[in-house]
C-alpha cells in the first residue's frame, strides 16, 4: 500500500506550518489587503492606493541565491526574509514605485515547520518594514530535491507608481550620483563567497574584532532600501534609482544612464565594508571581480539634480556622493566609467 | 585566484538563456502590458483594464511539484509551463478573476540556455492561451543545489475582479456541480507517482494500448481551465468556481462550500481517466489515498443554478454534471461529501 506520507509528503506538517504563520501574515496587513479568498487567490483592493490619477502597476520577482544555502549551513533561517523582501521590493521601488503586495514561495525537500515559521517571520518583518501585505505563498515540499534544512525561496512583489513619475526620466549632466550604503553582502555573490570559505568551519571561526562568528557576519541580513527610496522620493526630484545587485554597479547602473551621457563613479569615494576585503583576501579575487559580483559597500544608487545632492545626504544616514553623470558620445558603450 | 565563473555561476549563459527567451516573451504581449523598465520591474497599465467599476487585484502563487523531477529525468522541458501557469491561473480564477499578468521564477543548478528556453516556451505559450502577460522572470542558479539538467519552477499572476462579481458568492441548495475533465494528473501527487514508478523505465516501458511511453503519459501538461471558466463567467450565473489539485475533491471544492450547505458529489457520474487507474495498480493505493491526492479525473468544479447545469454542460466540452448542493446542519464539519 503506498500512501503520499510514506512518498515523503507531510500534511500534517504542511498544516501545522500554516497555524504557525498565521500572526507573522496578518502583521503585514496595510490599507488594501482584503486576505485571501479561501485559499485560491489574495485580494487587494485598488480603491485603497486612493491619490492616484494614473496609476501603473510594476511587478518584480527575485531570490536570495545560495545564501540559503549558508543559512541551512547554520540553521539559521530568519534573516533570508529581510533578504528576499529586499532583493524584490528594492528592484521593484527603482521604477518609482510604492509597494502594495508580496507574495512568497519557499521550496523545501522535508516540510519543518519550525524552520517555515522562521522563514515567514522574517518575510512578514521586512514586508512590515516596506510597507507591503504578505498576500499570499506557497509551500513546496519536494521530496528528494533537496536534503532536510535545506530551502529555496522565491519571492514576487507588486506595486503601483505614477505614470509620469516612472523612474529613470531626465538622467543628464548636472545629475550627481548618491550612494546609499550597505554595510555587507546582500544577497549577492554567494556562490563565490560559499566556494572562498568552504574549508572554514563558519559557526566557530571567530570575525576579526567581534564577538561574532564568519557565518553570522556573512548571513547578516540585507539592508531594506525601499524605505528609504521613498523618503527621497517623496522629498526630492528624484531622476533614477539603481539596486546594485548581481553583476554590480557597471551593469546595474548602466540600466538608468541613457544615450549621450555616462556615470562617472569615483571608487575612493567610499571605503568598501570590511567583509568585502575578507572575501577577496581569503579568496585571492581580482578588483575587477569584485566589482562584477559584489556591491562592495554601496547597495544603492539615487540620481538626482547635484543642487539636491545634500538634501539626499540629509535624507539617509551615510549617504554620500559617488560620483555624477556626464555628457559622452551618444553611442558610447560603456555607460558607467570608474574615475 | 577565485572568479564567480569558477564557483559555478556562468553570466554568459544568462545571457544566452535571455536572448533565446525574448521572442517567447514577446508573444505574451496584451494590452496593458508596457514591458519592462531597465529590468527594474515589469511594468502593467491599469487604465488598459477598461470597463472596471470597483476592482480588485487578485494574485496567486504555485508550483509544478515533483513533476519537474520528472520531467528531468525525461529531459522533456516545455510542458512544465503549462503545469506551472495552469497551477496558478486556475487557481486565480476561482475567484471570478481575468487574468493580467504572471511572472516566472527558475531555479537550476547548471543554467543550461536550451533548458531555459524550453521552460519558457512552454510558459509564454499557456500565458498566450490564458491571455496573460509574461510580465517578467528570474533565472536562478545556484550551483551545488540541484544537480544539472534538475530544476524547480514557480510562478505568479495576477488578475482583476469586479467587486461584486468576486468567488464564491450564493453557494446554496438549488446549485449543481459541473465537472471540469482532466484526462491526466495535472501537477500534483508526484512525489507519490514517482514512488510507485521508481523501479520502471519510464522511456522505454510502452504505456497500455498506445504508442507512447509510460513517462510520457506521466508528464502530459495540464489542461488549462481558465479559457472555459472564462467563459462560462461571461455566459452564465456562476456562484463559484473550485480549482482541484492538491488533497483532492473533499479540501479545494470544501473551501467554496458555505455554512448550511454541503455540496454532495456522485463518484459514479465519471469515469476516472486511464492513468488514475494505472498508478492506483501499481502502487496498490487506497481509493481514500488516491480520493486525497488526485483530481481523479475532475480538475475544476463549477457551481451554477441547476437551471443553468446543461448550458454550461454545452460551453465546456466533456463537462458533466457530478453533484449538487444541499442544505447541511449549520455546523456541519464536513463540506463535501461522496453519494
Not at 485598488?46 to 502597476?57: M, N, V
Not at 528528494?144 to 503601483?160: I, N, R, T
Not at 545629475?175 to 572562498?196: E, Q
Request: charged residues 20%; glycine residues 12%; contains cysteine.
Amino acid at each position: 500500500m503506498s500512501t503520499y506520507r510514506e512518498a515523503g509528503v507531510d500534511v500534517e506538517a504542511g498544516e501545522d506550518a500554516v497555524d504557525r504563520i498565521r500572526s507573522a501574515v496578518a502583521s503585514t496587513v496595510r490599507p488594501g489587503v482584503l486576505g485571501s479568498v479561501g485559499g485560491f487567490g489574495g485580494l487587494f483592493d485598488l480603491a485603497a492606493i486612493g491619490h492616484y490619477q494614473d496609476p501603473l502597476l510594476v511587478s518584480s520577482t527575485d531570490g536570495v541565491g545560495t545564501k540559503a544555502l549558508l543559512a541551512a549551513e547554520l540553521g539559521v533561517y530568519h534573516t533570508l526574509g529581510f533578504d528576499l523582501v529586499a532583493m524584490c521590493v528594492d528592484d521593484l521601488v527603482c521604477t518609482g514605485a510604492e509597494p502594495l503586495f508580496f507574495l512568497d514561495y519557499v521550496l523545501v525537500g522535508h516540510l519543518d515547520p519550525e524552520l517555515v515559521e522562521q522563514v515567514v517571520a522574517g518575510i512578514a518583518a521586512a514586508c512590515r518594514e516596506v510597507g507591503a501585505g504578505l498576500l499570499g505563498g506557497e509551500m513546496a515540499e519536494h521530496p528528494g530535491q533537496l536534503p532536510a534544512g535545506e530551502l529555496d525561496l522565491a519571492g514576487f512583489c507588486v506595486g503601483v507608481v505614477e505614470r509620469d513619475r516612472l523612474l529613470p526620466q531626465r538622467v543628464e549632466p548636472g545629475c550627481v550620483l548618491v550612494g546609499l550604503p550597505s554595510p555587507n553582502l546582500r544577497s549577492n555573490g554567494f556562490s563565490l563567497v560559499r566556494k572562498v570559505f568552504a574549508d572554514r568551519v563558519l559557526t566557530d571561526e571567530a570575525w576579526t574584532g567581534a564577538g561574532r562568528s564568519l557565518g553570522e557576519v556573512l548571513l547578516e541580513p540585507s539592508v531594506l532600501f525601499a524605505p528609504k527610496a521613498r523618503r527621497l522620493l517623496e522629498a526630492l526630484d528624484v531622476r533614477a534609482l539603481a539596486h546594485i545587485t548581481g553583476g554590480g554597479m557597471v551593469p546595474k547602473l548602466g540600466r538608468v544612464v541613457p544615450d549621450g551621457c555616462a556615470a562617472v563613479v569615483d571608487r575612493r569615494s567610499w571605503e568598501p565594508p570590511q567583509v568585502f576585503t575578507e572575501v577577496q583576501r581569503a579568496g585571492a579575487i581580482s578588483d575587477d571581480e569584485m566589482a562584477r559580483v559584489f556591491n562592495l559597500g554601496i547597495g544603492m544608487v539615487a540620481v538626482v539634480p547635484a543642487e539636491e545632492a545634500s538634501a539626499a545626504c540629509r535624507l539617509v544616514e551615510r549617504a554620500t556622493v559617488i560620483g555624477e553623470v556626464v555628457a559622452a558620445r551618444a553611442d558610447a558603450a560603456q555607460r558607467v566609467r570608474w574615475a
